[in-house]
Nanobody, 120 residues
Framework: VQLVESGGGLVQAGGSLRLSCAAS????????MGWYRQVPGKQRELVAA????????KYGDPVKGRFTISRDNAKNTMYLQMNSLKPEDTAVYYC??????????????WGQGTQVTVSS
């Protein structure tokens, strides 16, 4: 299984970024997907997750109303649109895949991560 993130970078507070995750080695349309993030010295936290068919999503409280998760099953790709970014959103963002159609458990696969830095 390969999960390859892209789209990270440096942005000013209030700006936007769009992360992408290209998946291979799984039947993408059968797997729930998600994004986690981690700041050095802190535990990884869930940012957002989406059901295999895209019909259901969930978000971590810090990003509700600002981030949107989506997926294109025809392209085996998941996205995270991040708006109104804050310095506290600075972290390494990881793409994850669950072993089943839902996200009511722990992810089974992890990408290598992409750095997002928000300057004040």
């Amino acid at each position: 299984v390969q999960l390859v993130e892209s789209g990270g970078g440096l942005v000013q507070a209030g700006g936007s970024l769009r992360l992408s995750c290209a998946a291979s080695g799984i039947t993408f349309s059968s797997n729930a997907m998600g994004w986690y993030r981690q700041v050095p010295g802190k535990q990884r936290e869930l940012v957002a997750a989406i059901l295999s068919g895209g019909e259901g999503t969930k978000y971590g409280d810090p990003v509700k109303g600002r981030f949107t998760i989506s997926r294109d099953n025809a392209k085996n790709t998941m996205y995270l649109q991040m708006n109104s970014l804050k310095p506290e959103d600075t972290a390494v963002y990881y793409c994850v895949a669950y072993g089943t159609w839902h996200y009511f458990g722990k992810p089974d696969y992890w990408g290598q991560g992409t750095q997002v830095t928000v300057s004040s």
